[in-house]
Every structure is written in structure tokens, then in C-alpha cells.
């Protein structure tokens, strides 16, 4: 298995898919690391000689990924909260930030449902 970002990434993959295991890493970014690294994406993973391996570690340092990106993301999040703006209210309140509807739904952001005594009607 090849490491990459401190990721181990799966050797009976396709190179696209395997980069994939990386956070910060999609489909589309996969493909442009793999084409700027001149490496052909229909490549399984565990075929990549040594050489192709450091061309993609080069490639994948252009971008933030695995702990910087994480790091970087929980910074916007708590700057947020810390001027007091909608969306930081609602990462506080555990609300959806989006502008989603929370009146039936939302119960990935709200947890478990309360029951709420005396409702029925």
C-alpha cells in the first residue's frame, strides 16, 4: 500500500478512485493531479512504479488536503460563531447553516426528537 498524505491508499483501485481516499481530494482534482503528473488514471494503484509515486506526492502538495484543510475548515467555523453572524449562530445552536426547513425535517443537524407532552389535538 502506497502513503500518501499519511493516507494509505488501497492498491486494487484504480489511481482516480485510490486518490480519492485523501480528504480534500475529489474525483475532478484527482484527475488533474493525475494528468499534471502525466500518469495514465486507468492505472491500478498498486502498479504505480516509485517515480509516478513521488510525481503524485509532488502534485498533491499544490493543494490543502488531510490536516490543513480540516484545520483550516474548523477556523472559518469558529471565526464565525466569534463575530456573531447567522451562520455561526446556527453551527452554535446545532441548526441547519444552510437555509434548509426545520420544521419537519433537520434531524441530522437536531439529534433524536423530544416528545412533547399534550400535542396531540
Do not use: F, W
Not at 13 to 28: C, D, F, H, Q
Not at 93 to 119: D, E, H, I, M
Request: hydrophobic residues 30%; contains cysteine; aromatic residues 4%.
Amino acid at each position: 500500500m502506497a502513503r500518501i498524505k499519511g493516507v494509505d491508499i488501497p492498491n486494487n483501485k484504480r489511481s482516480v478512485i485510490a486518490l480519492t481516499y485523501i480528504y480534500g481530494i475529489g474525483k475532478s482534482l484527482s484527475n488533474t493531479i493525475l494528468k499534471d503528473a502525466k500518469i495514465d488514471p486507468n492505472k491500478k494503484a498498486g502498479d504505480l512504479t516509485n517515480d509516478e509515486l513521488v510525481a503524485i506526492r509532488n502534485e498533491v502538495d499544490k493543494y490543502p488536503t488531510e490536516g490543513d484543510l480540516r484545520r483550516e475548515i474548523n477556523m472559518n467555523i469558529k471565526n464565525k460563531m466569534e463575530i456573531h453572524c447567522y451562520e455561526g449562530d446556527r453551527h452554535r445552536k446545532g441548526l441547519p447553516v444552510r437555509g434548509q426547513r426545520t420544521s419537519r425535517n433537520a434531524r441530522t443537524r437536531k439529534g433524536k426528537g423530544k416528545t412533547v407532552a399534550n400535542k396531540k389535538k
